[in-house]
């Protein structure tokens, strides 16, 4: 048995009884679907924009076509793209498990086409636009178009999306912040922690007595149940976890 086996092992027994499991997930998790992080996208024509300028509010009142643009090319890519097997074995696990939140800070709606129910989108969505004037949000609408405008009033759609500087959706926040408080076993997959709330998450699970396991590629902090931490490529790890928790 490897050190990977046993940790897998062991919180596997906590999964297997767990009332509630929350999960949050980052570019991490769809990384295995060649869906780039945000810095890796800023690659040819893009890395001579600053972030700001693809990716704030006063970025889109600038120039709101070249934003458009920026979206529409991160959309195409989302849509080609498969989920990868992390995405189905978060979707498989929901099946064992009496509640089961999933909180994702992507954008890219895999976790939907891999079969979760009820995703929380912290951070928007890249397959919604919302009307700048009456804020309905809107599932198509004229990809062609350079501004897309809102079939209601006319008025310019924007990206679903949080840009920097913004709020996080409410609901989504309110949610995800109970899920935290209420959970048993919290799993934090693929996310750097950097920002927020990403980055409080874990630690209000583990404050309120939850098992935790940190998931990505470089772990640094000290792992001592009920913290758990696997440096591993989410794709690999999570199938084998699922498994080991409810295989036959
Ligand atoms: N399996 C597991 N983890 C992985 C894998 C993989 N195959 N590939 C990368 N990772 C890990 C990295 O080790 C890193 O910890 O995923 C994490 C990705 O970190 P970030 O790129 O910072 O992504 P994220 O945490 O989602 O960023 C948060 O910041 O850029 C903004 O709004 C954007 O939602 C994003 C937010």
């Known amino acids: 048995m490897t050190d990977l086996d046993a940790v897998i092992a062991a919180f596997a027994t906590h999964l297997r009884t767990a009332r509630h499991v929350a999960v949050l997930t980052g570019a991490g998790i769809s990384a295995e679907s060649g869906i780039p992080t945000f810095r ?12 700001e300028e693809l990716t704030s509010p006063a970025g889109f009142a600038r120039n709101p ?10 959309r195409v890519k989302a849509c080609a793209a498969q989920p990868n097997p992390a995405h189905y074995a978060l979707a498989e696990l929901a099946k064992h498990v009496p509640t089961l939140t999933l909180i994702t800070q992507n954008i890219d709606g895999l976790h939907q086409r891999a ?25 198509t609408w004229d990809y062609d ?29 309110e949610t995800s912040w109970q899920a935290a408080l209420d959970c048993d076993v919290f799993m934090s997959i693929g996310t750097s922690g950097v920002v927020e709330p990403a980055a409080s998450l874990p630690r209000v699970a583990l404050g309120r007595g939850a098992t935790v396991l940190l998931l990505n590629l470089e772990q640094t902090v000290a792992a001592r149940p ?23």
Request: hydrophobic fraction near 40%; aromatic fraction near 10%; proline fraction near 8%.
């Open 40 to 51: 890796d996208a800023q690659t040819g024509l893009w890395s001579h924009f600053d972030p």
């Open 65 to 74: 076509a070249l934003v458009w643009r920026w979206y529409a090319e991160r």
């Open 115 to 139: 079969g979760s129910p009820n995703v929380i989108e912290l951070h928007g969505s890249l397959h919604r636009a919302r009307c700048m004037a009456d804020g309905s949000v809107h599932h």
């Open 145 to 173: 178009e350079e501004l897309p405008r809102c079939p209601n009033c006319g008025a310019m759609l924007r990206p679903d999306v949080v840009w920097f500087g913004e709020m996080l959706p409410q609901r989504a926040l």
């Open 226 to 248: 009920p913290l758990f931490t696997i440096n591993g490529k989410a794709g690999e790890v999570l199938p084998r976890l699922v498994k080991a928790a409810f295989g036959e």
